[in-house]
């Protein structure tokens, strides 16, 4: 079952992502870097088991984050990219502030949301840190060795850059990120388990991006038309 909502989400998530470029051009791929990164940071606490992997299920999400900057770097410019990243970089720190102030507030007696905030939150300050240093560090690798395959190739095999760019830093990012959140939760054998596995259905999620890269490079939002 979990296997069937792996691709389920990969379909939602990526096709989600051409809509917002669709409607918004260049703006909309940008928003969508910041949207997922503050999504992902939420629900990557929870792990499921995928194909007897144990994966966390933010894995879809961050992982669109690396489709959205090849598509910036495809269709626009490495500068677009880059802003991207720090528009990343930039939720991911209100995503802390915010809900470490919305933890100091004294509930009332009627409250009923404050323990399981607790409970989610405060594991996902140090998850949201170690998330925010991995995110920036990858995405500003993954961009530079697109565009270096993009240079060195004249612009041919996009599926080359795309899929060494993503894999390399994908997988990188996931096994600091792993121990950076994790470590002293978990003991080091199920990092590794948790890391190991989730670089595997990363890999599968970066070699699946492809298609909708290549898609991406052929819509064109409407004020982007009327330019050409």
């Given at each position: 079952?979990?296997?069937?909502?792996?691709?389920?989400?990969?379909?939602?998530?990526?096709?989600?992502?051409l809509?917002?470029?669709?409607?918004?051009?260049?703006?909309?791929?940008?928003?969508?870097?910041g949207?997922?990164?503050?999504?992902?940071?939420?629900?990557?606490?929870?792990?499921?088991?995928?194909?007897?992997?144990?994966?966390?299920?933010?894995?879809?999400?961050?992982?669109?984050?690396?489709?959205?900057?090849?598509?910036?770097?495809?269709?626009?410019?490495?500068?677009?990219?880059?802003?991207?990243?720090?528009?990343?970089?930039?939720?991911?720190?209100?995503?802390?502030?915010?809900?470490?102030?919305?933890?100091?507030?004294?509930?009332?007696?009627?409250?009923?949301?404050?323990?399981?905030?607790?409970?989610?939150?405060?594991l996902?300050?140090?998850?949201?840190?170690?998330?925010?240093?991995?995110?920036?560090?990858?995405n500003?690798?993954?961009?530079?060795?697109?565009?270096?395959?993009?240079?060195?190739?004249?612009?041919?095999?996009?599926?080359?850059?795309?899929?060494?760019?993503?894999?390399?830093?994908?997988?990188?990012?996931?096994?600091?990120?792993?121990?950076?959140?994790?470590?002293?939760?978990?003991?080091?054998?199920?990092?590794?388990?948790?890391?190991?596995?989730t670089?595997?259905?990363?890999?599968?999620?970066?070699?699946?991006?492809?298609?909708?890269?290549?898609?991406a490079?052929?819509?064109?939002?409407?004020?982007?038309?009327?330019?050409?």
């Amino acid at each position: 079952m979990n296997i069937l909502i792996l691709f389920i989400e990969i379909v939602v998530v990526f096709g989600v992502l051409l809509l917002s470029k669709k409607l918004f051009g260049k703006v909309g791929v940008i928003s969508w870097v910041g949207i997922a990164t503050v999504l992902a940071n939420i629900i990557t606490a929870k792990n499921v088991d995928i194909g007897g992997l144990s994966v966390a299920i933010g894995t879809v999400l961050f992982a669109s984050t690396f489709l959205a900057t090849d598509i910036l770097s495809e269709c626009y410019s490495k500068k677009d990219a880059k802003k991207a990243v720090y528009i990343g970089l930039f939720s991911n720190i209100i995503l802390i502030v915010s809900t470490q102030i919305a933890l100091w507030y004294i509930p009332s007696k009627f409250d009923y949301a404050q323990e399981a905030m607790k409970t989610l939150f405060s594991l996902n300050l140090r998850i949201s840190i170690a998330s925010a240093v991995m995110y920036f560090i990858s995405n500003i690798a993954d961009i530079f060795i697109f565009n270096k395959i993009k240079d060195k190739m004249n612009g041919r095999h996009l599926w080359i850059r795309n899929n060494v760019s993503t894999i390399i830093c994908n997988c990188i990012e996931n096994f600091f990120f792993i121990g950076l959140a994790f470590w002293g939760i978990y003991d080091f054998k199920t990092i590794l388990i948790i890391a190991g596995s989730t670089s595997v259905i990363e890999t599968v999620v970066a070699i699946l991006d492809t298609p909708f890269l290549y898609m991406a490079r052929k819509i064109k939002h409407g004020d982007e038309i009327e330019q050409l």
